[in-house]
Nanobody, 114 residues
Framework: QVQFVESGGGLVQPGGSLRLSCAASGSGFNGYSMGWYQQTPGKQRDLVAAISSGERTIYADSVKGRFSISRDNGKSMLYLQMNSLKPEDTAVYFC????????WGQGTQVTVSS
């Protein structure tokens, strides 16, 4: 089992940027594909971006060209750089393996509003 602690969310104006971080503890991080997921009230968690152990990346169409996922295997960290934020990006963001195999962390709230 791997545990995750997300951080870096906050309130930002449209067009602004945030960088989310995910600290993973437990064994095996380096070998997993990892993903960032977003959840809005009443909806399921949706994949936003994923990165393989070999650092190949995929993105949801809604964030292509604006978000960038990266990882630091030496530190067991996952990141999501979010640029040109839009109000519709408002959500709680979670990290987990891709596909999701572990329990969810507490997530980090991102609110995009003027």
């Amino acid at each position: 089992q791997v545990q995750f602690v997300e951080s870096g969310g906050g309130l930002v104006q449209p067009g602004g940027s945030l960088r989310l971080s995910c600290a993973a503890s437990g064994s095996g991080f380096n070998g997993y594909s990892m993903g960032w997921y977003q959840q809005t009230p009443g909806k399921q968690r949706d994949l936003v971006a994923a990165i393989s152990s070999g650092e190949r990346t995929i993105y949801a169409d809604s964030v292509k060209g604006r978000f960038s996922i990266s990882r630091d295997n030496g530190k067991s960290m996952l990141y999501l750089q979010m640029n040109s934020l839009k109000p519709e990006d408002t959500a709680v963001y979670f990290c987990n393996t891709y596909p999701q195999l572990n329990s969810w962390g507490q997530g980090t709230q991102v609110t995009v509003s003027s």
